[in-house]
């Protein structure tokens, strides 16, 4: 099992960047592969990036492509999401998540554990 907390979000405008952090508790980060995934209000959740456990694969939604890195240390037990020239419709809570089998890691039923979420809001 791993718990996994969020931090790093905020207030930002439009054009900016920031990073978000996932710290990780418990089993052995490489165990797992891990995703970041985002809801606004009155959306579903959605995907936003994954990584593999050995860091040798990456994922994004068109919508960050680009934009966003995604990037892991298991000796840290982190995973780390830089997000740049940040919109507001990239205003969400984003959420952590890590999975026991990567099979599908743009699919937020493949992941096992969540986090709490960090909101970012990104102003016009």
């Known amino acids: 099992q791993v718990q996994l907390v969020e931090s790093g979000g905020g207030l930002v405008q439009a054009g900016g960047s920031l990073g978000l952090s996932c710290a990780a508790s418990?089993?052995?980060?490489?165990?797992?592969?891990m995703g970041w995934f985002r809801q606004a209000p009155g959306q579903e959740r959605e995907f936003v990036a994954a990584?593999?456990?050995?860091?040798?694969?990456?994922y994004y939604a068109d919508s960050v492509k680009g934009r966003f890195d995604i990037s892991r240390d298991n000796a840290k037990k982190t995973v780390h999401l830089q997000m740049n020239s940040l919109k507001p419709e990239d205003t969400a809570v984003y959420y952590c998540?890590?999975?026991?089998?990567?099979?599908?890691?743009?699919?937020?039923?493949?992941?096992?554990?969540w986090g709490q979420g960090t909101q970012v809001t990104v102003s016009s």
């Open positions: 998540a890590a999975a026991v089998y990567f099979t599908q890691p743009t699919r937020a039923g493949s992941y096992n554990y």
């Open positions: 418990g089993r052995t980060l490489s165990t797992y592969g």
């Open positions: 990584v593999s456990r050995s860091d040798t694969n990456t």
